[in-house]
Nanobody
Framework: QVQLVESGGGLVQAGGSLRLSCLASVSTFSINRMGWYRQAPGKQRELVATITNGGSTNYADSVKGRFTISRDNAKNTVDLQMNSLKPEDTAVYYC?????????????WGQGTQVTVSS
């Protein structure tokens, strides 16, 4: 089992910045991929950004150039730096950890943290 705790959410005006952090209960070396997802009211949960153990990153088109995902294995954390925030970024953001391979993996989720961007 992997426990994940998010922090850093809050209220910010459009154009501002926010940094989210996710603390894992196990070494991030043991997690194949970590990432951030978000879900707005009435919408499906969507991928925002991921980072593998090897450091490979992937971003949703809507956040490329504005968001940056990073890992700190010494602290067992993954962060999401969000710049140039827009009202459409408003959502609950969830930390995700994936262990295993394509045909045999497990996903773990944090409780979520609210991000609200005012216009």
């Amino acid at each position: 089992q992997v426990q994940l705790v998010e922090s850093g959410g809050g209220l910010v005006q459009a154009g501002g910045s926010l940094r989210l952090s996710c603390l894992a209960s196990v070494s991030t070396f043991s997690i194949n991929r970590m990432g951030w997802y978000r879900q707005a009211p009435g919408k499906q949960r969507e991928l925002v950004a991921t980072i593998t153990n090897g450091g490979s990153t992937n971003y949703a088109d809507s956040v490329k150039g504005r968001f940056t995902i990073s890992r700190d294995n010494a602290k067992n954390t993954v962060d999401l730096q969000m710049n140039s925030l827009k009202p459409e970024d408003t959502a609950v953001y969830y930390c995700n950890a994936r262990r295993g391979a394509l045909l045999n993996f497990s996903d773990y989720w944090g409780q979520g943290t609210q991000v609200t961007v005012s216009s």
